[in-house]
């Protein structure tokens, strides 16, 4: 039997699964509402006969419309397509059009094909005016046809039924077979809309020889692209963008034969935690510029790139933190080209880097330039041991558990009956599933403490709304109580567009050393979407979550001591609308924020006392001016603000000197003079360096600046800077991602993923 690289790569990938028992997310499945395609669509699965028509009526037949409260449209109609594995083959392209809410998902990524049958230049997968979806444990094979997208995600057109594309996962997937592209998504000039096809998540998928880019993505409004824990192999490019934008975390890289990431006027990136080897070059950019583009490359391990790994020609601001940069054949490569043609200043914020050169960053030698932080070493191989690569997560495996039923239009009584059946099963992690239903309830739901259960939906149609007759005073949805091991996913608490001052979830006794709360790709519109109320030890993390807002810590009486452990951390979460006490930490990164004028809310409003850090972000309010979109009210602590594009300015009211803020590479509009507000006296220790501004106001003669115009750095009571920037990132460069993984009994775990939490006042609260 002939042995492939494929099948060698899989052998691989199942033996990690195999070996890697740490990881504590599982796939449970089929479930009675799902549609499988062979028991239902008489597809055979069988690598021979061709299945493309049994697959599209399994797609045409989802359910459509997403109404307020939803309709289930009868029995015969599901949101769910299952594949048991098999090799599916399809001869032209199978079309998902105008759906919201609804999934594709395989069996297991490696025992569930689908291969392509049809001629060169085609697309095996369109969706096509489709939101909240979710496509999923496939294995897509191109079968060495010519210039084959596996799967893409666009707006094309606006013809009705439509959904503006957001809020998408694809996950634990394998494309091979010499694809130009694995996912292609966005549109850009005359190919579509040019709108929407943001907020993308895209976790634990392995790209082997796309010809052209593993990940495409392409238009300026394409943002938000999170990529976690995935593998590019002999790929062109892991991943190519133009005018969007993406943040890699914990992908591997290996023989990039153009480079791992290729950008095109893309506005802010960010690859963290990431390892390269043997690749042509790390990060390029394409051309020369003199806009505030913006690169943020953290915790990287780059081995062997053939040329300058990171090659960039913007006036725009590079942040280095905590790279390896090493190259045994080349030892006196460096790692940056950073020039432009462009007349400012060129600044890179560069800490706790390893390099192979003496001088690793090359600037351009005829305009201002600065070198921030500094505190990097030559990496000798003599004497120093090589980093390694982390090794990637598995793919999430099938585990098979005692399922509970959730009967459709149940009422809360029946809910929580079931609820306790499943909790008194101890260890055992059974699953109560939600199908897609209205859910009305009449009062709250109550998990017992020691429970160790999974909450799972069927999305966003899996839909639990109050009473409708009398709904009575406002509570809790669910009050979990711990030490608690739950997983909830894929449901929606509570009616979108309503005034229902109630809470979606309440979660008490979960406050032990080392407890963790992970939350994955939220969806909620209550003024508090996290509530962490006077808690010591549990680290919480939200990722992935762009339609949220408003992230309330109160530190416990050890937080505030400094003994305590508990802090936010938020990948891909929104930093809007913060609000910290009693010493509370929060690190926010990688989130494009917009929304309302700065009359009704304000993205950043801090007011308390703690530890707040963001990293990559745009603050876009809908009045555009040069008016603050940031205000530090009476604040002690630390504020940095970094790698950021605010639509107005900054303002600092007077503080004591228990306030220490460092704004870095913050791009503003509108706004003339951005340090003006430091002309007030204030004993707070204050350093703005990178900062640039943009004016397009052709009425105003003060006000015509199309290219940022650098701003002169000001430092305010900093004396030293290279220990105040050491001490302002040190939030930021010890936060690293945590997995889902098993922790000790008594020790409260939960995981939350793809919930929409549509409750007016409140979504997660968390007492001790």
């Known amino acids: ?138 294995t897509w094979d191109a079968d060495n046809r010519k210039n084959i997208v596996a799967v893409g995600l666009h707006f094309k057109d606006h013809n009705e039924p439509y959904f503006g594309p957001t809020f998408m996962e694809l996950s634990d997937m394998v494309f091979t077979g010499n694809p130009a592209c694995g996912l292609s998504c966005g549109t850009y000039g005359t190919d579509g809309t040019g709108i929407m096809d943001s907020e993308f998540t895209i976790r634990r998928c392995k790209f082997y020889n796309a010809t052209e880019a593993g990940i495409l993505i392409k238009g300026f409004n394409a943002l938000d692209y999170w990529v976690w824990d995935c593998e590019f192999n002999r790929c062109a490019r892991g991943i190519q963008c133009s005018h969007g934008n993406y943040h890699v975390y914990q992908s591997h890289f290996y023989n990039s034969a153009v480079a791992d990431c290729q950008n095109k006027d893309v506005m802010y990136s960010s690859v963290r935690n990431c390892y390269s080897e043997n690749a042509a070059a790390f990060s390029v950019d394409e051309g020369a510029s003199c806009n505030a583009f913006k690169r943020i490359f953290q915790a990287n391990i780059v081995k062997n790139s053939q040329a300058i790994p990171i090659q960039y020609h913007h006036l725009g601001k590079i942040t280095l933190l905590n790279n390896y940069f090493y190259n045994k054949d080349k030892p006196t490569q460096q790692a940056v080209d950073y020039t432009s043609w462009c007349s400012g200043n060129y600044d890179v914020l560069s800490i706790e880097n390893a390099y192979t050169e003496d001088r690793p ?17 030559k990496f000798v191989f003599a004497r120093s041991k090589e980093p390694a690569a982390k090794p990637l997560p598995p793919f999430v495996p099938l585990v098979k558990r005692q399922v509970f039923e959730v009967p459709v239009n149940a009422t809360g009584k029946t809910i929580q009956a079931i609820i306790n059946k499943a909790a008194a099963l101890k260890g055992q992690r059974a699953v109560v599933h939600f199908p897609q239903s209205d859910f009305y309830i009449e009062q709250s739901i109550t998990v017992p403490a020691e429970s160790d259960i999974q909450l799972l939906g069927d999305g966003v149609h899996a839909s639990i709304f109050r009473t409708k007759s009398d709904p009575g005073p406002a509570f809790f949805y669910f009050t979990i109580n711990g030490p608690s091991y739950i997983t909830i996913r894929d449901l929606q608490v509570g009616q979108d567009g309503t005034t229902d001052n109630s809470n979606a979830f309440l979660f008490t006794g979960i406050d032990q050393p080392k407890s963790r ?73 990688d989130c494009w924020w917009e929304g309302s004028n ?170 001790q």
């Open 1 to 138: 039997m002939k042995t492939t690289l494929f099948s060698v790569l899989l052998c691989c990938a199942l033996a990690s699964c195999f070996a890697q028992t740490k990881y504590r997310e599982e796939f449970n499945g089929p479930f009675a509402s799902w549609a499988n395609v062979k028991t239902r669509f008489r597809a055979a699965g069988d690598g021979v006969k061709d299945d493309t028509q049994a697959l599209q009526t399994a797609l045409d037949s989802l359910s459509r419309t997403l109404k307020t409260p939803f309709n289930t449209q009868g029995a015969t109609r599901y949101v769910v397509v299952y594949l048991p594995a098999g090799t599916y083959r399809i001869s032209r392209t199978l079309r998902l059009e105008g759906r919201t809410g609804v999934t594709f998902i395989g069996e297991d990524p490696l025992k569930t094909k689908i291969k392509w049958a049809g001629g060169d230049n085609d697309t095996m997968f369109f969706s096509n005016k489709s939101a909240e979806i979710r496509i999923s444990r496939l």
């Open 598 to 767: 700065k009359k009704d809310f304000l993205p950043l409003n801090l007011t308390g006392n703690g530890n707040l850090t963001v990293d990559g972000a745009m603050y876009a309010p809908t009045d555009a001016d040069s008016g603050a979109v940031v205000v530090v009210g009476n604040f002690s602590g630390r504020i940095s603000l970094l790698n950021m594009y605010l639509i107005g300015s900054i303002r600092v009211q007077p503080n004591p000197a228990t306030l220490k803020m460092l704004v870095w590479n913050v791009n503003m509009y509108h706004k003339t003079n951005p340090v003006d507000f430091l002309k007030a006296k204030t004993s707070a220790q204050i350093a703005m360096l990178g900062i640039s501004t943009q004016c397009f106001k052709q009425a105003d003669k003060n006000c015509t600046n199309e290219n940022p115009l650098s701003v002169p750095d000001k430092l305010v009571n900093v004396s030293t800077v290279e220990s105040f920037l050491k001490e302002l990132t040190s939030d930021n460069r010890r936060a690293n991602p945590q997995p889902y993984t098993y922790l000790a009994a008594g020790v409260t775990n939960l995981y939350i993923s793809r919930v929409f939490a549509y409750t007016a006042k409140g979504a997660f609260t968390f007492r």
């Open 517 to 589: 709360v992970l939350l994955d790709q939220i969806n909620s519109n209550s003024s508090n979407t996290l509530y962490i109320d006077k808690l010591n030890y549990t680290y919480f993390e939200k990722n992935n979550s762009f339609f949220t807002k408003g992230n309330t810590l109160i530190g416990g009486d050890k937080v505030k001591a400094g003994t305590g452990t508990s802090k936010l951390y938020c990948f891909g979460g929104q930093s809007a609308g913060v609000h910290l006490e009693n010493g509370a930490t929060m690190v926010a990164r």
């Open 361 to 377: 960053i090359n600037l351009p030698q005829n305009f201002q330039t600065h070198l921030h932080g500094l505190e990097d070493k």
